[in-house]
T-cell receptor, first 114, second 111 residues
Framework: EAGVAQSPRYKIIEKRQSVAFWCNPI?????LYWYQQILGQGPKLLIQ????????DSQLPKDRFSAERLKGVDSTLKIQPAKLEDSAVYLC????????????FGSGTQLSVL | LAKTTQPISMDSYEGQEVNITCSHN???????ITWYQQFPSQGPRFIIQ???TKVTNEVASLFIPADRKSSTLSLPRVSLSDTAVYYC????????????FGAGTRLFVKA
């Protein structure tokens, strides 16, 4: 079974530039999550999707971050404009009631904002 | 929201049994306890999940006392490859906003 796919693996940008991350969850997983993990900390949930609808985005900095999951499969997370403090690993995860809601994570995108 | 407390770091030697304890004093009746493992440059990986008493799989055991205010992840005979960060989560078993990753426990296994 293929895992959660994320791209790019690494991204370096300058502050005030924009960046986008892509995620393809495990086939059949209706729930998709985006996490932000700053070095030395645990992952912090940004947004949760159920199919193509947003379950909760209360921790997403909406002035600069946006996310969509238009067809209920792939998802894109965008930052515009980026700030230095956005430097982190952005992890995508998916889950399904059929697997007891366990989280399956991708390898993440490491973002460096200079 | 149920908050968890774990040791920041632990050291061990190859072949030893490692026990990592997590405190979750305000765990709710319908909350599960889930542990994840994270290696550098990878996303967390599910290890084990339980509700009460003891759960064992091919990787680890999870001990949960009757009051469920704490839990212990037990890794038998660790190897160098078990060096990782281990997270204890309390929630409905999924990744929703009721489930919070803390800073985790950094386990370092030495030869």
């Amino acid at each position: 079974e293929a895992g959660v796919a994320q791209s790019p693996r690494y991204k370096i940008i300058e502050k005030r530039q924009s960046v986008a991350f892509w995620c393809n969850p495990i086939s059949g997983h209706a729930t998709l999550y985006w996490y932000q993990q700053i070095l030395g900390q645990g992952p912090k949930l940004l947004i949760q999707f159920q199919n193509n609808g947003v379950v909760d985005d209360s921790q997403l900095p909406k002035d600069r971050f946006s996310a969509e999951r238009l067809k209920g499969v792939d998802s894109t997370l965008k930052i515009q404009p980026a700030k230095l403090e956005d430097s982190a690993v952005y992890l995508c995860a998916s889950s399904s009631p059929g697997t007891d809601n366990k989280l399956f994570f991708g390898s993440g995108t490491q973002l460096s904002v200079l | 929201l149920a908050k968890t407390t774990q040791p920041i770091s632990m050291d061990s030697y190859e072949g030893q049994e490692v026990n990592i304890t997590c405190s979750h004093n305000n765990i709710a009746t319908n909350d599960y306890i889930t542990w994840y493992q994270q290696f550098p440059s990878q996303g967390p990986r599910f290890i084990i999940q339980g509700y009460k008493t003891k759960v064992t799989n091919e990787v680890a055991s999870l001990f949960i006392p009757a009051d469920r205010k704490s839990s212990t992840l037990s890794l038998p005979r660790v190897s160098l490859s078990d060096t990782a960060v281990y997270y204890c989560l309390v929630g409905d078993g999924g990744g929703g906003f009721k489930t919070i990753f803390g800073a985790g426990t950094r386990l370092f296994v030495k030869a």
